[in-house]
Structures are given as structure tokens and as C-alpha cells.
Nanobody
């Protein structure tokens, strides 16, 4: 199983970025996935989760600004990030695990994910 992220970069406050995550080695519909981020000196925190039914969960810090976008074939899931703030600066990681229902207390908990990408850097700065 391979998880690959792309789309990070430098953006000004208030700007937008779209991060993409491609999972290979698992059939679509058999896994759930999430985005995490880690700033220097900080713990890795959950940002957004989506499962096979389309149920989504977002951290309070990004709710209303971040949203999932899925391509037509469903093989690539993107995270659209709008109204970016300097505090969104971090390395962003895509993670996946075999399908099971994760509760609201589990969906953004890194311990429930098996497969991880290498990360993509997002920097929000003027």
C-alpha cells in the first residue's frame, strides 16, 4: 500500500491550496482516510476524515475552511483549504486504514491509521 500526497506550497494568508492524496494497493471503498498535520515542536493533529459512506469530520480549527473534494473515479481525494491562516503552517500527512467505522472520538486519532504518506509542506506567510 502506498500513500502519496501532493499540492503543498507557500501561500499568503487568506489564500487557498488544494492537497491531493492517492492511495494505491487498496481498492476504492475498502479504506477510510484522513489528513493530519504537524507543526515544528508540536504533536501531529487530525485535521479531516472521510469514510466510505462519505461521512466527514473536521477539526474545529479548520471547520468551514477545509473540505474534501473527490475526483470522478474516486481514486484521488483532495483537501481544499481556503482562508488559510499562518497557524495552518505545517507538514500535512495523508493517512489511510482498512475500512471500519470510526467514531467521532477516533476519526482524527492517528493511532487508528496504518498507512501514511511522506507529507507535503504547507506554509502560510506574507
Amino acid at each position: 500500500v502506498q500513500v502519496v500526497e501532493s499540492g503543498g506550497g507557500l501561500v499568503q494568508p487568506g489564500g487557498s491550496l488544494r492537497l491531493s492524496c492517492t492511495v494505491s494497493g487498496l481498492a476504492f471503498g475498502t479504506y477510510v482516510m484522513a489528513w493530519f498535520r504537524q507543526a515544528p515542536g508540536e504533536e501531529r493533529e487530525g485535521v479531516a476524515h472521510i469514510d466510505t459512506s462519505g461521512w466527514q469530520m473536521y477539526a474545529d480549527s479548520v471547520k468551514g475552511r477545509f473540505t474534501f473534494i473527490q475526483d470522478g473515479a474516486g481514486k484521488t481525494l483532495s483537501l481544499q483549504m481556503n482562508s488559510l491562516k499562518p497557524e495552518d503552517t505545517a507538514m500535512y500527512y495523508c493517512a489511510a486504514t482498512h475500512y471500519r467505522h470510526l467514531t467521532t472520538s477516533q476519526a482524527l486519532d492517528r493511532s487508528h491509521y496504518i498507512y501514511w504518506g511522506q507529507g507535503t509542506q504547507v506554509t502560510v506567510s506574507s
